[in-house]
């Protein structure tokens, strides 16, 4: 074993496998660095290389590209805010607070650190455990998986900031919207409402894009500067490496949590970074400021979430079961090398294997190296006046989104969750907490069903479900201690502006925005109500009950609203503590209005025509730039995006104009 | 979906016709060229899954062989099960030969039971290759079962199944298990057959089937272990639409003669027929590939002489089965066959599946 495991090493260390391996690594980086691409894109891109290659160069190829997308695709969540995809969401919540303050160098670079560890315990866990994972990945059955999920959801403790009944609201909202298309038990449509693009249900992406990158999209147009509160980039890269080195205990676990969730099959690299996140909270005792820009919420999630790679290939090597989407990608492209995964990779082809392993560590090395170099000239961005950045970010965006499907209802669902997310953010709902509902709603539901119909409810006397369950409920304690608020010190302390006088009526006058909103999800959930009750028994049980859970903590919190004492925990509303701070502010109809501006242009004339359209309009209009100014940035944003498209054989979401006439690319 | 029997004979004899036409004087030559041009292979499914590997590992083959060695790209169009892409390419795809559509047997499926997303109709496009695969049913040796000889011992026994829904291609194995008079219970909600082969070495199902690919790989080890006993396959069809047995696995027996061995007469009957059209449209006739509505003979035939070429080439001969698996893929009148047996069922079987979908899985195709 130890010599097929050095002779793979040899094999690797030769100049043309470095080389393919670093136009893996190079790609991956490209394609990772842009929100909403990841592994799927890049293997289109190598797809047609990969033919006559040879077996260990194109699987170092592979794993160059697989392995460097969780690093890359912390640049747009520092310094956007806009998730880069799944498994750098949690990073968004103390690495953007981070660059608001000037530190988008520090950030990067501990991020990128932190990967470069999280990505070598992978490569590590992976070697230690490739022979002997088998029994370990089948003791997970559902009725593990199932007690995992409420381990994922009992997280929610932590991330509910101020108001845990909010939180609970929040993730009860999440897991409706998860629940939406067809039942995991019987494939009947759940509020689809006959509408063709949620019979599939609502995607991931979508959710975390409008939770997170329209409202802080929406909120910096309003305060109209640049991202970066100070004009200079402050501590740089070297103290980000020193952080995660302070933190190197914490880096090692959540690595290794990183590396175990990853490689149970079912559980999905998507929850990985949150849960991660949420072990960071509960367990930092020493002056957290988590929310705010700790830069510890910043290297729990990016070690998770590149450990989870060399995790996620153990179900995949091992019982060609993909652990998540790059991973599909990644057994796809083995496919094509006419490698056929199985217990054959521990036997017969235990050389791919090591293969893949160095591939890996040793891509992280070269992927987390290139990422640090970049970090310093790419978090000058940070410091661009938002109103010129604007642009590009809400075309990111929608590019992003259409990723999804290819269709114009991404955008159109972008918009309305991102309208959903800025007002949650102005109310102090938790957005985390309905992210997770929503990620984990279809796996708990399923993995009940599962259990439930396998070993009947005696599942829970299972001993890993009483292990799991046990973990769960030590977070659960440990979350009600440490919970991390989004909300801002300032935030926290504000006296909430009204008059003197007390009582419901005074209440209802001085929260009446609050009270609208809690009333509409109040509302949201009657829906959901209603629609269970007309599926059969096991379509229902589970959005039935989530929704009557939700309307009922909606309801607490309206009451605590409507009946609640000045300054009470529920009571949030920005706009209030805005006023107090004399922050002028500027419409957020106003920037919603642009954001749906695109959507609307696209929906008239097809993607291209509108985003130029948009680019013209809203540099001209809203930021004043002269007219060669808008011409550069236009064409170069139409260029960036056109070679991009034309690169990956991209279709752009077509409008009115395109239904009524055939028109060449890339206007069609 | 038209389910008149007029029009689809009348479509077949079309069809017919021209493939004889074709094959008797071959009159115009291939004139058509793609140089310069890009030929779009729409798949409605995502990256990464068998459709698309299936069509990525094609797709420079057809670009080398098609006149003018257009460029051939793979655009994936997901969504509603594969209705979606389908969908579009119906209503959008011109017949100049720049856009193919390949479909798999979720996009099938919907199309046979009358799905009420699905907005395209088969008849109206022209077939140029098949590609079939094959499957194999396997049982735990929990169930007392050693050899397909003891089948009878699995009658009257509780069997549980991970299923990944009603209207997948698990509709093969829960017609043929009904068909036995097997006790199925069926748990849903399983991602992939992946998925549900864990389920099974995990002990919590004892009875499964996997694609031939899967099997080979993954199950003929529990196999040789002796953890998993090999009941029969699911067949291919001969030119005549006539099942047999599957040459990657010659000693396994057929639905068909599991089916006399337990109720000892051959299969008849509307049940029958159902597991034979879906048996077809998920796995004889699995992938397809079909040019849209008003293809010229001229332009199939581009297509199919690209195909013939794409068959004898060495290279392809030399890759396709490590990345594709041993069932060879199939152009003109083998197509054809496989194409008509699996796109075409009898409006009372499909009631009568439908019916059974609804009473006894909750399925509601309309809603």
Known sequence: MIDVFLSALSNILTLQHMGYMMIGVIVGLMIGVFPGLGGIAGLSLMIPFLYGMDTTMALAMLIGLVAVIPTSDTFASVLMGIPGSSASQATVLDGFPMAKKGEAARALSAAFFASLVGGLIGAVVLTGFVLVARPVILAFSSAELFMLSVFGLSMVGVLAGKSLVKGVAACALGLIIGSVGGAPATGEFRMVFGVDYLYDGIPLIIIGLGLFAVPEIVDLLRRDRAISERATLGAGWFQGIRDVARNWWLTLRCSGIGALIGAIPGLGGTVVDWIAYGHAVQ??????????????????????????????????????????????????????????????????????TYTIVWSLALANVLGAGLCIALAIPISKLTLIPFKLLAPFMIVVICFAA??????????IVLLATGVLG?????????????????????????????????????????????????????????????????????????????????????????????????????????????????????????????????????????????????????????????????????????????????????????????????????????????????????????????????????????????????????FS | ???????????????????????????AQAQVDFSGKTVEWIIPFGTGGGSDTWARFNAPFLSKHLPGNPTVVVVNEPGGGSTRGTNLFAQRARADGLTILGTSGSTQFPYLLGDPRVRYEYQDWSVVMVGPTGGVAYVSPST?????????????????????????????????????????????????????????????????????????????????????????????????????RDPTFPDLPILEEVYEMVHGEAPSGPMYEAYKAFNTAGFAAQKMVVLPAGASEELVETYRQAWRDVFADPDYQATFVAALGSYEQVTDRAAEALFAAGTNIDPDVRAMVVEMLAEEYNVRLGD
Request: hydrophobic share 50%; with cysteine; aromatic share 10%.
């Open chain 1, 283 to 352: 367990t930092v005792k020493n002056d957290p400021k988590f929310g705010q820009g700790d830069v510890r919420g910043v290297i729990a999630p990016e070690s998770a979430n590149n450990a989870k790679e060399g995790g996620g290939l153990l179900p995949t090597l091992l019982f060609g079961i993909p652990g998540g989407g790059a991973m599909a990608v990644f057994l796809g492209g083995m496919v094509l090398l006419g490698i056929q995964p199985g217990p054959s990779m521990v036997g017969s082809n235990l050389d791919l």
């Open chain 2, 144 to 244: 007392g079962v050693e050899s397909i000889d003891d089948v009878a011992k699995l009658q009257g026994q509780r069997l549980v199944y991970a299923s990944q829904g009603a209207t997948s291609l698990d509709l093969v194995p829960m017609l043929a298990f009904r068909l036995l008079g097997l006790d199925v219970n069926y748990v849903f909600g399983f991602g992939g057959r992946g998925d549900g082969r864990l389920a099974f070495e995990r002990g919590e199902t004892n009875i499964d089937y996997q694609t031939s690919s899967a099997f080979i790989n993954n199950v003929t080890p529990l196999v040789e272990a002796g953890t998993a006993i090999p009941l029969m396959s699911w067949g291919v069809l001969d030119e005549d639409g006539n099942p047999q």
């Open chain 1, 422 to 666: 800025v007002y949650m953010r102005r109310f102090g709902w938790p957005r985390p907490a309905l992210l997770i509902g929503f990620v984990l709603a279809t796996q708990a539901e399923t993995y009940l069903y599962q259990a439930v119909q396998f070993y009947g409810w005696e599942f829970l006397t299972r001993t890993g479900v009483m292990i799991i369950m046990g973990i769960t409920a030590g977070s659960i304690w440990l979350g009600l201690r440490a919970r991390v608020s989004e909300a801002s010190p300032a935030e926290v302390l504000a006296v909430e502006a009204r008059d003197t006088a007390t009582g419901p009526a005074a209440n209802i006058r001085a929260r009446a925005p609050q009270i609208a909103f809690a009333a509409l999800a109040l509302a949201f959930f009657g829906v959901g109500i209603h629609d269970a009750l007309q599926q059969s028994f096991l379509g229902q049980v589970f959005p039935l009950i989530m929704a009557c859970a939700g309307a009922f903590f909606t309801a607490l919190v309206l009451a605590f609203l409507v009946l609640g004492k000045p300054n009470h925990a529920v009571a949030s509303d920005t706009e209030h503590e805005a006023q107090a701070e004399g922050v002028a502010l500027r419409s957020t109809l106003g920037a919603l209005a642009w954001v749906a501006a695109l959507v609307a242009l696209t929906a008239i004339a097809g993607f291209v025509i509108a985003l130029v359209t948009f680019f013209v309009a809203f540099l001209k209009l809203r930021a004043q730039a002269s007219w060669l100014m808008t011409l550069i940035l236009t064409a170069g944003c139409t260029g960036f995006v056109l070679t991009l498209a034309s690169a990956l054989n991209m279709r752009f979401p077509g409008g009115v104009l395109q239904d009524l006439y055939r028109l060449p690319w890339p």
């Open chain 1, 402 to 411: 259409f990723q999804a499907t290819r269709t114009l209802d991404d955008l």
């Open chain 2, 1 to 27: 979906m038209t389910l008149k029997t007029p029009t689809r004979r009348g479509a077949l004899g079309l069809l017919g016709a021209a493939a004889a036409a074709l094959t008797l004087g071959a009159p």
